[in-house]
């Protein structure tokens, strides 16, 4: 499908006269989509937002269970405006994350630039507490910190 996208674009930009400016931005355009994700565009995506996901679908609209669930535990603790990116529109996303990560699976969770983990990690950290911690070290406080706050207060 991408070999076919290309021909086309190819075929309608190059003609049999002398190069012109438009035949030259096409082409850089699509030289440009060559090897995007380096690891130097990793290190500074991750490092963008507080708290960053790689995954599948959008957080409006998680295209897979396990994306949802992130998604949900995030909502829970009151975490918005992270970065989220979705590996289901981009093949070298969705294959340089894992190699950048050294883990096989999406969601991919990062809190201050630091790998946390997949849904099964995550899920586990905000079970335990911990997730509540990794926030705190960002500068992101928890809505499940407050409600235990009231929770003891009531008590």
């Known amino acids: ?14 003609s049999f006269g002398p190069p012109t400016g438009r035949i030259t931005a096409k082409l850089r355009f699509l030289s440009d989509q060559v090897a995007t994700w ?4 990793f290190d500074e995506v991750v490092k963008k ?20 669930a992130v998604v949900q535990i995030l909502r ?14 981009d093949e070298e996303l969705r ?4 190699e950048y990560s050294s883990w ?4 991919q969770v990062y ?11 995550v899920l586990q950290l905000h079970q335990q507490g911990e997730l509540i911690e990794e926030l705190q070290k960002v500068g992101i ?3 499940l910190l407050d409600k235990a706050e009231e929770d003891k207060k009531d008590t």
């Open 1 to 14: 499908m991408a070999t076919l996208v290309v021909r086309r674009i190819l075929n309608k930009s190059l």
């Open 76 to 89: 829970m603790h009151g975490v918005e405006g992270y970065g989220a990116y979705n590996v289901l529109e």
């Open 141 to 143: 406080r928890s809505l």
């Open 95 to 98: 294959q340089g994350v894992k």
């Open 38 to 41: 380096t690891t130097e565009k």
């Open 111 to 121: 809190i201050g630039g630091e790998f946390i983990g997949g849904c099964d990690i």
């Open 49 to 68: 937002d507080k708290v960053v996901v790689f995954m599948k679908g959008v957080p409006e609209q998680p295209m897979c269970g396990f994306s949802n």
């Open 104 to 107: 096989p699976t999406v969601p």
